[in-house]
C-alpha cells in the first residue's frame, strides 16, 4: 500500500488551470514547480520541493504547441527521477500524435510509436490519458497504460438532461471505428444506435455516404473522440439533419478546434457541441454552442486509485 502522504501532483504549462483542478479533486495540493524557457526556447524545469520517495503524478496534456508540451514532460520527467522520486506517472489527459499510428503509405513515420519510445525511455512508470484516438497504441508501451473514456464523463450529463430511454433520442456514431464506444453510451442511456458510413479519402476529409439506422423524428446525439477541424463532424450532422433528425447536439472528448473549425461550427445546422477540457479553450474559440465540460473529477479519482492501488477500470463504462 502506497503512504498517501508520499503523493505529489504536478502540472505542467499546457493546461494548468485543469492541472489545478485535477490535484483539488484527487485530494491533494499541487507541487511547486517553475518552467520557463529560455530566450532561444530551450525549457526549463525546476522542481521546487523534495520529490524523494515520493509516487508523483504530472499532468500535462501534448495539444498546440505539442512538441513543446511533450519536451516539458521529458525533461520534467528527467528532473524528478534525478531527484529520487519513487516513481512518475504521466498523465497526459489528450494524447498527442495518437492519429500517427500507423504507416498509410511507404516510408512513413509511426510517430506514435517514437512517443511512446520516448516517454518510456525518459523514465515515466505509468501513462494515464483520456480516449487516446487509435486504441493499439496502448501496445507500444511496456509499461501500465490505462485509457480513461471520455463517454464516461459526458453520461452524468446526458443522464441528468435527458433521464434514461427516452423515446426522442437516439446516439449516432460518426463512424464504424467508433461503433463499439458509441453503442457502450448508447446501451447506458437506454438509446437506439445509429451509424455514419462514410469514407476518408485524405486527411482531415471525409465524405458521407449514408446513414445505418433510423433518426427520422429523434433528437440526435452525435459521439465522436476528437474535433479538429470540424468538417467531418459538421458534414456527418447535416447528413442527420437531411435523414430527417429533429436536433443534433455533438459531444467529443477533444475540442483541438484548428484551421476553420469555430467557424463551421457556428455555421453548422448542430444547435449544441460539447466538448471535455482535456484542451484548454482559447479566448478566441469560445462561441455560444460550445459547451465545455470538466473532466477534472474523474481524473482525480483515477489518481486516488492508483494512489492506492484501487481498480482503475471501475472508472470505464
Do not use: W
Not at 505529489?8 to 484527487?26: D, V
Not at 528527467?78 to 494524447?95: C, E, G, H, M, N
Not at 511496456?142 to 446516439?171: A, T
Request: glycine share 6%; hydrophobic share 45%; charged share 25%.
Amino acid at each position: 500500500m502506497v503512504n498517501e502522504t508520499k503523493v505529489k501532483i504536478f502540472t505542467g504549462t499546457a493546461n494548468p488551470e485543469l492541472g489545478a483542478a485535477i490535484a483539488k479533486a484527487a485530494g491533494y495540493e499541487l507541487g511547486k514547480c517553475t518552467i520557463k524557457k529560455f530566450s532561444d526556447g530551450e525549457i526549463s524545469v525546476v522542481v521546487d520541493e523534495s520529490v524523494r520517495g515520493c509516487d508523483v503524478f504530472f499532468i500535462q496534456s501534448t495539444c498546440a504547441p505539442a512538441n513543446d508540451n511533450l519536451m516539458e514532460i521529458l525533461i520534467m520527467t528527467d528532473a524528478l527521477r534525478r531527484a529520487a522520486a519513487k516513481s512518475v506517472t504521466a498523465v497526459i489527459p489528450y494524447f498527442g500524435y495518437a492519429r500517427q499510428e500507423r504507416k498509410t503509405k511507404a516510408r512513413d513515420p509511426i510517430s506514435a510509436k517514437l512517443v511512446a519510445n520516448l516517454l518510456t525511455e525518459a523514465g515515466i512508470d505509468r501513462v494515464l490519458t483520456m480516449d487516446i484516438h487509435a486504441a493499439q497504441i496502448q501496445g507500444f508501451f511496456d509499461i501500465p497504460f490505462d485509457n480513461l473514456l471520455g463517454s464516461s464523463v459526458l453520461l452524468p450529463y446526458f443522464e441528468k438532461e435527458i433521464g434514461l430511454n427516452n423515446p426522442e433520442y437516439v446516439v449516432v456514431s460518426p463512424d464504424f471505428g467508433a461503433v463499439t464506444r458509441s453503442r457502450k453510451f448508447a446501451e447506458k442511456l437506454g438509446l437506439p444506435l445509429a451509424i455514419i458510413e462514410k469514407r476518408r479519402p485524405k486527411a482531415n476529409e471525409s465524405e458521407v455516404m449514408g446513414i445505418i439506422g433510423d433518426v427520422k423524428g429523434k433528437k440526435a446525439i452525435l459521439l465522436d473522440d476528437m474535433i479538429d477541424t470540424a468538417g467531418t463532424l459538421c458534414k456527418g450532422a447535416a447528413a442527420i439533419m437531411k435523414e430527417g433528425a429533429v436536433s443534433v447536439t455533438a459531444c467529443a472528448s477533444h475540442g483541438v478546434l484548428s484551421g476553420p473549425a469555430i467557424t463551421r461550427l457556428m455555421e453548422s445546422v448542430m444547435d449544441k457541441v460539447l466538448i471535455l477540457d482535456t484542451i484548454p479553450l482559447a479566448p478566441e474559440k469560445h462561441c455560444e454552442k460550445l459547451q465545455v465540460v470538466t473532466v477534472a473529477e474523474h481524473f482525480g479519482d483515477a489518481i486516488k486509485r492508483m494512489a492506492t492501488d484501487d481498480s482503475v477500470s471501475e472508472l470505464y463504462i
